[in-house]
């Protein structure tokens, strides 16, 4: 009991078994796995596969869901000795480790298929699947070179659709071996020989029927690959049926499924072309026609506006003399104006000579002249009056007439310039420094006879 209170965690069966299924699926990657069937079954009608893969010393469940077993062409028996693509993962309702197989093939072919990932490891290090080297496909070729057999039926099913499709395309074929010991320099040598040819194909088709991975072994061909990538000529590969994968499918400039879907991939549809071709001439004739028409309308318009031009000369001459005419009248008419009015402004300006204009100015000049003369002189007797009476008014309330008469201002010196007034004897003591104030200048003094200071002891 002690031991389970110390634990951190306590875990639910359905928190465990995610917790383990989320370890195991972020540890492993997508991994090959070989072994024997056992225990196939496919319950219900959804069709997905459930089996065990087993060896001499263990056995591991496995889920292969329907919308991956479909690319299987070989169907799966008890005992039968596969190598499966796996992801590996635990059924969480029954804790069940397994793994959920995506791709099977016999035994077998493992080490084809190993040594077809290594492969395609490698060139894709090189840049043979760059997406940037590859080719648009011409839109109307005019010569299309087929590398394949001329036994094969990929080779009949393309002429087929070519000649249905497209039939005045110029169809060549470079046979060559495409299965067997012989085959990848058989393949090479056609797509020498089409880049030799004259005139040159304008794209290049690579195809054959379906088969196992060691039929198509080929195109898997690092040889054949490094062709096709030196290739001047647009290449398109068809190599076996739709799930098949080549690596030339990965170097070629376009994949298709197909022989026969690469023959439509590579030519425009007849039918189609003939009704856009037709569709383009109706519209076409009809702008045309509208445009013949609008232009029709114009010339009769100016048709109908043209003139003879002799018809011309005599009117435009008669509209010259209308003209001189009225350029004379207009001339004699605007002179005889402007001489009036060059009258009037005579007139005028004599009504307005400035010689009178400036003697009468000076006169009021002169008038205004005078008056502000008489009228300062004025002014400045009354104001000297007034100042006068001021003054003497001042003077009558002024201490300097005080001090005139021979009295004094005494006071204590402060730093101002008449200190402070002294107007009783008991505001002096014994010793203080006073001033006297004369009418004409100052007399510095000392009290000495008065009440002591008070801080005196």
């Known amino acids: 009991m002690y031991e389970l209170e110390r634990a951190r965690q306590v875990y639910s069966v359905s928190e465990l078994t995610a917790a383990v299924r989320r370890l195991i699926e972020q540890g492993f990657p997508p991994i090959l796995v070989e072994g024997e069937v056992s225990n196939f079954r496919s319950p219900g009608r959804a069709g997905h596969w459930y089996f ?4 001499g010393q263990a056995q591991i469940r496995c889920a292969m869901f329907a919308n991956r077993n479909r690319f299987v062409r070989r169907p799966l028996r008890d005992g039968t000795l596969v190598v499966v693509r796996c992801r590996l993962s635990l059924y969480e309702a029954r804790g069940d480790f397994q793994a959920i197989v995506d791709a099977v093939e016999p035994a077998g072919e493992g080490e084809l298929r190993a040594a077809f990932e290594r492969l395609k490891i490698q060139l894709e290090h090189e840049g043979l699947f760059a997406a940037d080297r590859k080719r648009a496909l ?22 087929a659709v070519l000649r249905r499709r497209f039939p005045c395309v110029r169809a060549t074929c470079y046979a060559a071996t495409v299965q067997g010991v012989g085959a990848v320099p058989e393949i090479v040598a056609a797509i020498d ?39 001047p000529i647009p290449i398109v590969s068809a190599v076996g049926h739709e ?15 197909t022989p026969s879907a690469a023959a439509e991939m590579l030519t425009p549809d ?66 005889s104006a402007a001489e009036a009015r ?17 003697e009468r100015a000076a006169d009021r000049t002169a008038g205004a002249r005078d008056a502000l003369g008489v009228a300062a002189l004025r002014k400045l007797d009354a104001s000297g009056a007034a100042v006068a009476g001021l003054r003497r008014a001042l003077l009558a309330v002024s201490p300097l007439a005080t001090l005139d008469r021979g009295f004094a201002i005494i006071s204590r010196p402060d730093g101002t310039r008449w200190g402070t007034v002294i107007t009783d004897a008991a505001q002096a003591c014994a010793g203080d420094a006073i001033q006297a104030h004369l009418s004409s200048g100052t007399i510095d003094a000392t009290v000495t006879d008065g009440p002591p200071r008070p801080d005196t002891p």
Not at 52 to 55: E, I, N, T, V, Y
Not at 342 to 357: C, H, I, K, S, V
């Open 270 to 335: 007849r039918a189609e072309l003939i009704l856009h071709v037709r569709r383009r001439t109706d519209s076409l004739t009809g702008r045309a026609l509208n445009r013949l028409q609008s232009e029709r309308r114009v010339l009769g318009a100016t048709r109908g506006r043209l003139i003879h031009p002799a018809r011309s000369l005599e009117q435009r001459m008669q509209r010259a003399d209308e003209l001189r005419e009225r350029l004379a009248r207009t001339v004699a008419r605007r002179t």
């Open 193 to 231: 020989r089409a880049e030799a040819s004259k005139p040159r194909p304008d794209v290049l088709l690579l195809t054959r029927g379906g088969g196992s991975l060691e039929d198509l072994m080929a195109f898997n061909s690092a040889v054949l690959a490094r062709r096709m990538a030196q290739s």
């Open 52 to 55: 065990s893969l087993k060896d």
């Open 243 to 257: 799930t098949d994968v080549t690596i030339a499918d990965f170097v070629a400039d376009q994949r298709a499924p």
């Open 342 to 358: 060059l009258d009037a402004a005579r007139r005028l300006l004599a009504r307005a000579n400035p010689d009178a204009l400036i």
């Open 138 to 159: 011409p839109r109307f070729p005019r010569h299309v070179g087929i590398v394949s057999s001329l036994s094969g039926a990929a080779l009949q099913d393309v002429l």
